[in-house]
């Protein structure tokens, strides 16, 4: 997957380098078994919630809150349906918060992270 650069409506600019390691789109059972967690239509969305999420366990102070990183996957979420989107919305405000509210220093982000900003 290449750089994820979007505008979210506040008018900031994400860039988020590729390679950024992501599980895509976390999907219940049985959804999961019908639906691409690595769809075209929902991955930019998907990375950049899950980078928005990962960069508040690695960046201290970090400016971003969870309803910052809902609304803008909500938003990246643009070209699906407007059920689809509104589903996945209330799903990561539901599911969402126990992740927030936890650290989890992923190896997988922090090898990522190495790599992309050396030094």
Not at 5 to 20: E, L
Not at 53 to 65: E, G, L
């Amino acid at each position: 997957m290449s750089d994820i650069v979007f505008r979210d409506r506040w008018g900031r600019i994400w860039k988020i380098p590729s390679g950024f390691p992501t599980d895509g789109m976390s999907y219940i059972f049985p959804v999961s078994l019908v639906r691409n967690r690595f769809d075209r239509s929902t991955l930019q969305a998907a990375v950049l919630h899950d980078y928005i999420y990962a960069m508040r366990d690695y960046i201290d102070h970090w400016p971003f809150h969870r309803d910052t990183a809902d609304l803008i996957f909500f938003d990246a979420l643009y070209s699906i349906n407007r059920i689809r989107r509104n589903l996945y919305y209330l799903a990561v405000r539901i599911a969402g918060e126990p992740l927030w509210n936890s650290e989890r220093y992923d190896p997988y982000v922090g090898a990522w992270l190495k790599h992309v900003f050396p030094g």
